[in-house]
């Protein structure tokens, strides 16, 4: 693909970022598709920080940014970095020629080249540049510098909170429905008893998970030394819960390998559930604790977020911006 197109979409794309950037900061939301995009109920039109208009259509946006107006389609994922000829020829404006182009059709003639060279490929409704990543919107970084909170999408232990956790809490709320059940009826039919032990086992399985995870990020370190200063506030449950895990670690991570994969011997579950253990109560305690650290963490985050700008990644309810449009 020739250098002059390879700038353009370059510049591009770099302006779409800036957009979206301060449309997050404001408070928009990325979205995880184009159809949630779609659906997004923010106002059609309206102004962003720094008195900056925005234009809702269809699959996109147009963001009248100080250096120039920015018009652009999220991808059928939410992508950022797609683009299209008519987009690109917008863009360039009247410094068309400043990127080596002498008219739009010859912008024409050359897009279409590298379409056909297999340098630009097609998906649905726009154009990306073939082998290379696409980006996701969820995954903008609109921090400023100095900021040492990850994106939201990025926070690893929101990670370990949401993709880990959050299975551990399903599980153990389904595992205590039916022991309630159990003992309010004192029976269970055998679907429900299997139901019962797979539930338990599963809670279980991703606590071990969890430890693991909360473990191997090194905590403590991480709250110190990788995240804002008012993070050290939560350094005291860090550290209970990083020796409260060490108490029985090493049964409820055999107790996961048999949970989570073939086992030929039921000698490890025997050895956790045995009665003078106390790991029962102590995997009780232990989720309990973590539930706490979470909601501490994402507490602060929050608090973060509204402190830093960081409008859009903000979850304690909060509707989208309802600025009145101006002409």
């Known amino acids: 693909m020739k250098n002059e197109l390879t700038n353009l979409i370059r510049d591009y794309q770099l302006r779409v970022h800036k957009a979206l950037v301060c449309m997050h900061r404001s408070g928009i939301r990325m979205p995880g598709s184009i159809l949630q995009w779609i659906d997004n109920d923010i106002q059609p039109k309206g102004m962003l920080d720094g008195d900056i208009k925005y234009l809702k259509h269809g699959a996109g946006c147009t963001v009248y940014l100080p250096d120039g107006e920015i018009d652009f389609d999220f991808g059928r994922l939410g992508e950022i970095n797609g683009f299209d000829l008519w987009r690109l020829s917008r863009f360039a404006g009247e410094e ?4 080596g182009f002498e008219s739009v059709e010859a912008l024409e003639v050359c897009f279409d080249t590298a379409v056909s060279e297999g340098h630009l490929v097609y998906a649905g409704h726009i154009y ?6 696409r ?4 995954d903008i970084d609109s921090r400023l510098p100095g900021d040492n909170l ?3 999408n990025l ?3 929101l990670v370990l909170h949401s993709h880990y956790f959050q299975a551990a809490e399903v599980m153990l709320e389904n595992y205590d429905n039916l022991q309630r059940k159990w ?3 004192n029976s269970l039919s055998h679907r429900k008893f299997v139901d019962l032990r797979i539930y338990m086992s599963s809670w279980l399985g991703f606590l071990a998970v969890t430890c693991e995870g909360f473990e191997e990020l090194g905590m403590h370190l991480l709250l110190q030394n990788g995240r804002p200063a008012e993070f050290k506030e ?3 449950k860090s550290d209970a819960l990083g020796k409260m895990i060490k108490q029985h670690r090493h049964p409820l991570r055999e107790l996961r390998n048999k949970t989570f994969h073939l086992r030929e011997d039921p000698e490890a579950i025997r050895r956790f559930f045995a009665p003078d253990a106390e790991r029962l109560p102590w995997a009780r305690k232990l989720h309990d604790a973590f539930d706490e650290f979470f909601s501490d963490y994402r507490l602060q985050c929050e608090v973060h977020y509204a402190q830093n700008g960081r409008l859009g990644e903000i979850r304690i309810t909060r509707e989208p911006p309802q600025r009145l ?3």
């Open 135 to 138: 980006v996701l919107a969820v």
């Open 155 to 157: 926070d690893i232990v």
């Open 234 to 236: 939560l350094l005291p």
């Open 183 to 185: 003992d309010k009826q």
């Open 96 to 99: 068309l020629s400043a990127y």
């Open 150 to 152: 990850p994106p939201r």
């Open 128 to 133: 990306y540049v073939a082998n290379r990543p």
């Open 325 to 327: 449009s101006r002409r």
